[in-house]
């Protein structure tokens, strides 16, 4: 039985929380949050512990994993805890809200021992597990761009971070892993009309491999709308990330994937648990959330400098980051 829990029960947390406590492989064995209110009705719905101080819930109990689900800015300070107590974490995204706070968590959790999984959503959308498959066994050919659109009304709950950060990060994310490669050059566009940080954005994205990706995305839309299109040379695939459907266009067939349709958050937990159960990596590594975090940043700094930014090749980033030898 994996002892579990959970660090933040706002919006997202709330859901880890509905999540953990439904295994049957899983004991939630507590919940932590400043939110007295919040947290103890939680806590009596669930039948768990609560606590206002997440150290407690860390080093009064033996917790298998732990979901940091707090605000960006504290990812850093509850990550390094709960990797300190001995229990592996899944944060959510975006990983930190600095590279050397990414890089310090990622330092912790090899040398503790400990899983780290980053909460990237989207690769668990049955819709891109999919497509992911589909490109894999090259059924559309070599994909050449990528362009996604992850638009939508204003959410007043979170002002520590922009549109960028917030949103666009998860398209970050799925673009370099159905490439397969990392992100060489960001340009992006962007500014902000209610919000305290960018809430609009529109950013070009270079890959290692030449191609390239855009993402559009917005706080300013009325409806949501979160859709990618995935071009290669013997197909086009559409993704609706809402409805997690799948269509492939190709010179004579238009083709409806067959689709499981099952909760993304539900898969992405569920895989970071067998990986903690069987010793296996997670599919999304402490390395690709400070990757996508690189390419986020870099793509605040271009908008503000209005010019293309360059992103550090992955061994560099790795070298920079103290976690691979320098040799030569």
């Known amino acids: 039985m994996i002892r579990a829990g959970v660090i933040g029960t706002g919006a997202m947390g709330q859901h880890h929380v509905?999540?953990?406590?439904?295994?049957?492989?899983?004991?939630?064995?507590?919940?932590?949050?400043?939110?007295?209110?919040?947290?103890n009705s939680l806590a009596r719905r669930y039948g768990t512990t609560p606590y206002t101080d997440y150290?407690?819930?860390?080093?009064?109990?033996?917790?298998?994993?732990?979901?940091v689900a707090v605000p960006t800015t504290l990812h850093r300070e509850v990550a390094l805890a709960a990797i300190e107590s001995g229990a592996s974490v899944l944060v959510e995204k975006p990983i930190a809200d600095s590279l050397e706070a990414a890089t310090e968590i990622i330092r912790a959790a090899r040398r503790h021992g400990v899983k780290l999984m980053v909460g990237h959503i989207e690769r668990?959308?049955?819709a891109i597990i999919a497509l992911k498959e589909i490109i894999d066994r090259g059924e559309i050919g070599k994909v050449v761009s990528m362009s996604a659109k992850?638009?939508?009304?204003?959410?007043?709950?979170?002002?520590?971070?922009?549109?960028?950060?917030?949103?666009?990060?998860?398209?970050?994310?799925?673009?370099?892993?159905?490439?397969?490669?990392?992100?060489?050059?960001?340009?992006?566009s962007a500014g902000k009309v209610l919000h305290p940080h960018e809430d609009y954005s529109s950013m070009l994205l270079k890959f290692s491999n030449g191609y390239s990706g855009v993402i559009e995305t917005n706080w300013l839309t009325p409806h949501?709308?979160?859709?990618?299109?995935?071009?290669?040379?013997?197909?086009?695939?559409?993704?609706?990330?809402?409805?997690?459907?799948?269509?492939?266009?190709?010179?004579?067939?238009?083709?409806e994937a067959k689709v499981e349709k099952?909760?993304?958050?539900?898969n992405e937990i569920s895989h970071f648990i067998e990986c903690v159960e069987g010793g296996r990596e997670p599919i999304v590594s402490g390395e690709d959330?400070?990757?996508?975090?690189?390419?986020a940043l870099a793509a605040i700094r271009s908008y503000r400098a209005g010019r293309v930014v360059d992103i550090s090749p992955y061994g560099e980033e790795l070298k920079l980051a103290g976690m691979i030898e320098v040799t030569g």
């Not at 999540?19 to 919940?31: F, K, P, R, Y």
């Not at 819930?57 to 298998?64: A, G, I, S, V, W």
């Not at 099952?262 to 539900?266: A, G």
Request: hydrophobic letters at 45%; aromatic letters at 8%; charged letters at 30%.
């Open 18 to 39: 509905r999540i953990l406590s439904q295994l049957e492989n899983v004991e939630l064995v507590g919940i932590a949050d400043l939110n007295a209110h919040v947290l």
């Open 55 to 67: 150290r407690e819930l860390l080093f009064r109990n033996e917790l298998d994993v732990v979901t």
């Open 124 to 126: 668990f959308n049955p």
């Open 150 to 188: 992850r638009v939508g009304p204003h959410n007043p709950r979170i002002r520590d971070v922009g549109i960028i950060l917030d949103l666009g990060v998860h398209d970050i994310d799925v673009m370099q892993y159905l490439y397969g490669e990392r992100i060489r050059r960001v340009f992006a």
């Open 224 to 255: 949501k709308v979160r859709e990618l299109t995935v071009v290669g040379t013997e197909g086009i695939a559409y993704v609706d990330y809402l409805k997690a459907t799948l269509r492939i266009y190709d010179d004579y067939w238009i083709k």
């Open 262 to 266: 099952r909760e993304p958050l539900l």
């Open 289 to 295: 959330g400070r990757h996508v975090l690189e390419v």
